[in-house]
């Protein structure tokens, strides 16, 4: 039977007078890819931000493996295992590859800044296996040749790649994608899908927003439909392109 790794129980969250999500459900199995789409501001990433608790939601409840999670600071549910990768690009341009990769570790870091500066033996073991760990993540995503480049000269779709593998290095058991795909041509597409389902034989679980239709309908085990921050739709790829509401909402509005 399949375990439940992540579920959003009536979560709401009001900025001023915008209801921007409103009393959604969700549930996710563990080791699955599921996709949550919808119009423009229709509160996918403001979704994302309340799991990965950039804001606590106004209500309602997140449990991750069980424990409750809302309420609780980023780096704390980074280190439950939850890491994410954001709608636009976060990288650091005049920094290698393999430096933007081990910055996303500091979370597992256990030296304090007076040790780090002391340099002793336990500072340079962490650092080696934040160094190994990094560079795991970069073969992951075939970034690993391009380890000491600067990450403002790799191409548009290898920086979305490179920015997956930073969230990948945390050894996370759910990565949240913002929009993995925008913006790449459909070689670069193709490439990032054969890669998001070998990352997910590890028994990790995706969850992604995305608004190219035949990316979402082709990578994922369910999909949920938000509109005005209000689920409208759950279930298969296939009964989501069927529903009627989903395709009034959304599908039938020239989304590709
Ligand atoms: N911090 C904030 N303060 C005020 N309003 C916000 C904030 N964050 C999001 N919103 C509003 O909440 C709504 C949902 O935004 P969100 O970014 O989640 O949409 P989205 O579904 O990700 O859209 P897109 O597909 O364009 O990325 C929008 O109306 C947005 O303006
Ligand atoms: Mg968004």
Redesign the pocket.
């Known amino acids: 039977m399949s375990k439940t790794i992540l579920e959003l129980n009536n979560v709401s969250i009001r900025?001023?007078g915008?209801t921007?999500?409103d009393s959604v459900n969700i549930k996710i199995d563990q080791g699955t890819i599921s996709a949550l789409i919808?119009?423009?501001?229709?509160?996918?990433?403001?979704?994302?931000?309340l799991i990965t608790g950039i804001?606590p939601p106004t209500q309602g409840e997140i449990t991750f493996l069980g424990a409750t999670i809302n309420g609780q600071k980023p780096h704390f549910i980074t280190e439950m295992g939850i890491a994410r990768t954001f709608?636009n690009i976060r990288l650091f341009g005049e920094m290698t590859v393999l430096e933007n990769v081990k910055i996303g570790q500091h979370c597992r870091t256990k030296s304090g800044f007076i040790k780090a500066i002391i340099r002793g033996p336990g500072v340079k073991k962490e650092e080696k296996s934040i160094t190994e760990a990094s560079m795991e993540a970069l073969r992951l995503m075939e970034l690993d040749h391009k380890a000491d480049e600067l990450a403002k000269n790799l191409p548009y779709g290898e920086q979305r790649r490179l920015e997956i593998a930073r969230a990948m290095a945390t050894n996370p058991k759910l990565i949240l994608l913002?929009?993995p795909a925008a913006g790449m041509n459909p070689q670069e597409k193709m490439t990032l899908m054969t890669m998001i389902r070998k990352i997910q034989t590890n028994n990790l679980t995706i969850f992604l927003?995305e608004?190219d239709m035949k990316f979402v309908m082709n990578l994922s085990d369910s999909v949920a439909v938000?509109d005005y921050?209000r689920k409208i739709a759950s279930g298969s790829p296939s009964e989501i392109q069927r529903d009627p509401a989903v395709i009034a909402a959304y599908l039938g509005k020239g989304v590709v």
């Open positions: 900025f001023g915008l921007a999500v919808g119009p423009n501001g229709a509160g996918k990433s403001t979704i994302f931000n804001y709608q913002d929009e927003v608004h938000l921050g």
